[in-house]
């Protein structure tokens, strides 16, 4: 995963702005002296939450790196969307093959899913176990009805259902679940 988002803001603990650092999730390496001039403020990227055996410990991880005060914008998939529930009963060879269907010039394949963290609860729950404080609620957003490009009938149906779904107690089955969230200042 890319921290970039996070090192540009200048949120992530040693990093200069505009600084990319990739590692595991569980291992995000930091360097021993933090310059003064970090802000304290950042948007940060996790959509991955969904492949992680121990979603728990990414987000300990997390928010080890993080500056007191700073924040991070979280997103994952939402295990009650249509498309990913689907994907959860579906064994990952089939899930590449509809992936190669809708988005034939991507040519990677997923990595096997685990769908720990990926109800609002779950989410809610890892995220405060880490020793973040969530801002708001657990948002709902984005859908996945681009996985049935492949289908012009199927497109425009899941495209409608996505429209109808919002402003709706339906949106809680949208694609994505957002949190916003920021580590305690000390």
């Given at each position: 995963m890319t921290w970039a988002a996070a090192a540009a803001a200048g949120s992530v603990q040693g990093f200069a702005p505009?600084?990319?650092?990739?590692?595991?999730?569980?291992?995000?390496?930091?360097?021993r002296a933090i310059p003064s001039w970090i802000s304290s403020s950042a948007a940060a990227r996790t959509a991955f939450l969904e492949h992680l055996a121990d979603p728990a410990a990414a987000l300990r991880e997390f928010a080890?790196?993080?500056?007191?005060?700073?924040?991070?914008?979280?997103?994952?998939?939402?295990?009650?969307?249509?498309?990913?529930?689907?994907?959860?009963?579906?064994?990952?060879?089939?899930?590449?093959?509809?992936?190669?269907?809708?988005?034939?010039?991507?040519?990677?394949?997923?990595?096997?899913?685990r769908y720990r963290a990926n109800t609002s609860a779950a989410l809610?729950?890892?995220?405060?176990?880490?020793?973040?404080?969530?801002?708001?609620?657990v948002r709902y957003g984005a859908s996945a009805y681009h996985y049935f490009r492949f289908s012009k009938p199927l497109f425009t149906l899941a495209g409608l259902g996505s429209r109808v779904a919002?402003?709706?107690?339906?949106?809680?089955?949208?694609?994505?679940?957002?949190?916003?969230?920021?580590?305690?200042?000390?």
């Open positions: 505009g600084a990319d650092c990739t590692s595991a999730s569980t291992s995000i390496p930091t360097p080890r790196v993080l500056r007191p005060g700073g924040r991070a914008l979280l997103w994952t998939a939402n295990l009650l969307n249509y498309a990913i529930f689907v994907s959860r009963l579906t064994p990952t060879a089939f899930h590449n093959w509809m992936r190669h269907l809708a988005f034939p010039q991507v040519g990677k394949d997923n990595l096997g899913t809610a729950r890892a995220v405060r176990g880490a020793g973040l404080e969530i801002e708001g609620t919002t402003g709706t107690p339906l949106q809680r089955l949208k694609g994505m679940l957002i949190v916003s969230c920021r580590k305690p200042a000390r």
